[in-house]
């Protein structure tokens, strides 16, 4: 079983600045593919960026490319999103999520979730 725990989420002003966190019980051959997404009230649940652990390849949603940046720490099973001129739509419960391969879009092919974590632009 991988546990995952998000930390990181806050209240910013739009324009700013925020770095989310996942840290990973475990590394898995069920886990090689990290992916943070993001769930506004009302809205379904959606994709935002995810990585591998081997090779480090990343995968954007359209709407934070050129903004976010996904990137991992292999020796702190850390991944980590960087979201930068952050925008008022930016809002929402971020989710952290683990699948064995494939970079999907499709949240219903990941195994593993993090509890979330809140993150609010101010305009």
């Known amino acids: 079983q991988v546990q995952l725990v998000e930390s990181g989420g806050g209240l910013v002003q739009a324009g700013g600045s925020l770095r989310l966190s996942c840290a990973t019980s475990?590394?898995?051959?069920?886990?090689?593919?990290m992916a943070w997404f993001r769930q506004a009230p009302g809205k379904e649940r959606e994709f935002v960026a995810a990585?591998?652990?081997?090779?480090?390849?990343?995968n954007y949603a359209d709407s934070v490319k050129g903004r976010f940046t996904i990137s991992r720490d292999n020796a702190k099973n850390t991944v980590y999103l960087q979201m930068n001129s952050l925008k008022p739509a930016d809002t929402a419960v971020y989710y952290c999520?683990?699948?064995?391969?494939?970079?999907?879009?499709?949240?219903?092919?990941?195994?593993?979730w993090g509890q979330g974590t809140q993150v609010t632009v101010s305009s």
């Open positions: 990585i591998s652990w081997d090779v480090g390849s990343t």
């Open positions: 999520a683990a699948r064995p391969y494939g970079m999907t879009t499709d949240r219903t092919t990941y195994v593993y």
């Open positions: 475990a590394r898995t051959f069920n886990s090689n593919v």
